[in-house]
């Protein structure tokens, strides 16, 4: 007689359970390769080069290779995304290799900062000459305002009223103005102040790289230094302007804030300032959601021995484009200059113009506003506003910059439709990665439950078997004593199994047993 579905309840929960098994729900897989056609074409002969030389995925090296290019751009130009509005964004953007250790994260962010080493070394000469004529002038400022002071103590009556006390004021001021003028394109560690007086001094931007992104959170918590995490996140939109005043040493203030950021962290660590900002604590800033070109990497599992010479070629070419994005000049390329920001701009040609404000951003806006979206996954989001255009900007302007030779510049009638496809292309691709960035405080658990569910549909784990013994196994995802705890939890509410304890001699054992529809499956 075949049971009814009242009859067939009832014996489910005098056996325990309260209905049928649940569907698991599964965890977010692995994003998708990066497609090199998503990469500005000047770039891919040196990344996938890098790429192919050191075994490791793509994105790893062009993420750095991005963030690098941004910085050399900076303030020197931006982007109008719109028709007729004036709205413009600064291309400073702020990315992370998230990995395990061993995934040679150092090495390939340096090999992305190495083609710049020509402008750091001539950066290097010329501070060496900056220093060396401000010695000078002050030594010489110093030797002028002693002759006048000697002259002030034979005519004392001449300060009230003469050119000798104005004179002596206006050299003083002189003396305080030879600080030297200190070129830098990136810094690895610095403070606030420091990076204050390093802004005013390059008032395009820098590149912060910061091999372990932790030690700078972790600062952020050091007593005295609560303001510097407020004073990083002000600097991420590269157009705020901040002033600082400090005893010893004084007034400080750089024409902006503008700073790129670049560097790596591991997955258990982001988990929790990801958690953190999940449950709405000290955390939920913003600061998370600025890493935008942030990917999530693993290595692949099939390795090939390389053991070719690097692209030699390639490496010059980028170079080349470095060194004439570092040089740009916008009235060189006849570029139109804002009259509020006083910044030389870019907006997107005929082919292109219409894409982001008719297209694209309402249906980023429509996402955005639907309310299905998590809330930190949703003010992350929220700042593709500016990304999508800042990577056609950046895109565009590479390509300049490789057509572009010593003394002749290619002119600029707009980001083209190619860069506009491209950026909106890699912004889809960054999304795919955002979204296991931020389930990665569930991941661990989330791989756990879907690792017993296939446990048991494959029969590996049976009625009877102990917890002890499915934790001896050390199976993947399921090593963690508490992680499988918590697995076998999530699989009891899902009347998946039910754990008995079983009282023996010694210690009582924990014992499985399956939902009666499971088990019949495996018989």
């Known amino acids: 007689?075949?049971?009814?579905?009242?009859?067939?309840?009832?014996?489910?929960?005098?056996?325990?359970?309260?209905?049928?098994?649940?569907?698991?729900?599964?965890?977010?897989?692995?994003?998708?390769?990066?497609?090199?056609?998503?990469?500005?074409?000047?770039?891919?002969?040196?990344?996938?080069?890098?790429?192919?030389?050191?075994?490791?995925?793509?994105?790893?090296i062009a993420i750095p290779a991005i963030i690098v290019t941004a910085s050399l751009i900076g303030r020197k130009v931006v982007v109008r995304p719109k028709v007729n509005d004036e709205v413009e964004f600064v291309p400073n953007l702020w990315g992370a290799i998230i990995a395990r250790p061993g995934l040679m994260k150092t090495s390939v962010m340096n090999e992305a900062i190495r083609p710049m080493q020509s402008i750091r070394?001539?950066?290097?000469?010329?501070?060496?000459?900056?220093?060396?004529?401000?010695?000078?002038?002050?030594?010489?400022?110093?030797?002028?305002?002693?002759?006048?002071?000697?002259?002030?103590?034979?005519?004392?009556?001449?300060?009230?009223?003469?050119?000798?006390?104005d004179k002596l004021i206006a050299l003083q001021g002189q003396l305080k103005d030879t600080v030297p003028y200190q070129k830098q394109i990136v810094v690895y560690d610095s403070t606030t102040e420091k990076l204050c007086e390093i802004l005013r001094d390059n008032p395009n931007g820098i590149l912060l790289h910061r091999d372990e992104l932790e030690?700078?959170?972790?600062?952020?918590?050091?007593?005295?230094?609560?303001?510097?995490?407020?004073?990083?996140?002000?600097?991420?939109?590269?157009?705020?302007?901040?002033?600082?005043?400090?005893?010893?040493?004084?007034?400080?203030?750089p024409d902006a804030l503008c700073i790129s950021i670049l560097g790596s962290i591991q997955p258990g660590v982001i988990a929790k300032h990801i958690g953190g900002a999940k449950t709405g604590k000290r955390f939920d800033d913003g600061l998370m959601q600025r890493f935008q070109l942030s990917v999530y990497s693993e290595l692949s599992p099939e390795f090939k021995v390389q053991d070719n010479k690097p692209n030699l070629e390639a490496f010059n070419d980028v170079k080349h484009i470095y060194e004439q994005l570092e040089s740009?000049?916008?009235?060189?390329?006849?570029?139109?200059?804002?009259?509020?920001?006083?910044?030389?701009?870019?907006?997107?040609?005929?082919?292109?113009?219409?894409?982001?404000p008719q297209e694209w951003l309402p249906e980023l806006e429509r996402r955005l506003r639907s309310g299905t979206l998590d809330p930190v996954?949703?003010?992350?989001?929220?700042?593709?506003?500016?990304?999508?255009?800042?990577?056609?900007?950046?895109?565009?302007?590479?390509?300049?910059?490789?057509?572009?030779?010593?003394?002749?510049?290619?002119?600029?009638?707009?980001?083209?439709?190619?860069?506009?496809?491209?950026?909106?292309?890699?912004?889809?691709?960054?999304?795919?990665h955002a979204k296991k960035i931020y389930s990665i405080s569930e991941e661990p658990l989330q791989k756990a439950v879907s690792a017993?569910?296939?446990?048991?549909?494959?029969?590996?784990?049976?009625?009877?078997?102990?917890?002890?013994?499915?934790?001896?196994?050390?199976?993947?995802?399921?090593?963690?004593?508490?992680?499988?705890?918590?697995?076998?939890e999530v699989l009891e509410e899902k009347n998946w199994l039910i754990?008995?304890?079983v009282k023996k001699v010694g210690r009582p054992k924990e014992e499985i047993r399956l939902h009666p529809s499971l088990e019949s499956r495996q018989m």
């Open 1 to 60: 007689k075949k049971e009814s579905y009242i009859e067939k309840l009832a014996s489910q929960r005098k056996n325990g359970f309260s209905g049928e098994p649940q569907k698991l729900g599964s965890y977010i897989e692995n994003p998708p390769e990066l497609d090199s056609n998503l990469l500005p074409d000047a770039y891919v002969p040196w990344l996938t080069d890098v790429s192919n030389r050191m075994q490791l995925p793509l994105e790893t």
């Open 328 to 356: 740009f000049d916008g009235s060189a390329h006849r570029l139109p200059r804002s009259e509020s920001s006083g910044l030389y701009y870019m907006k997107f040609d005929n082919a292109a113009k219409n894409i982001y």
């Open 499 to 501: 754990i008995n304890s």
């Open 215 to 253: 030690g700078l959170f972790s600062s952020f918590e050091k007593t005295g230094r609560e303001g510097d995490r407020p004073f990083y996140l002000q600097t991420w939109d590269g157009n705020s302007s901040y002033t600082q005043n400090r005893v010893g040493r004084g007034h400080t203030e």
């Open 452 to 488: 017993l569910g296939d446990k048991i549909k494959n029969h590996e784990i049976k009625s009877g078997d102990s917890v002890r013994d499915v934790h001896k196994k050390c199976w993947k995802h399921l090593a963690d004593r508490k992680i499988l705890a918590s697995a076998l």
């Open 377 to 432: 996954f949703e003010s992350h989001l929220a700042k593709y506003r500016s990304l999508m255009p800042t990577l056609a900007l950046i895109y565009e302007m590479i390509e300049i910059a490789s057509a572009s030779q010593e003394g002749k510049f290619r002119s600029c009638p707009g980001i083209s439709l190619n860069s506009t496809k491209k950026a909106i292309g890699f912004s889809q691709f960054l999304e795919a």
């Open 121 to 165: 070394d001539r950066y290097k000469e010329e501070n060496k000459v900056s220093l060396q004529e401000s010695e000078v002038d002050a030594e010489l400022l110093k030797s002028e305002i002693d002759f006048l002071k000697k002259e002030i103590k034979k005519q004392p009556n001449v300060i009230k009223e003469g050119e000798i006390r």
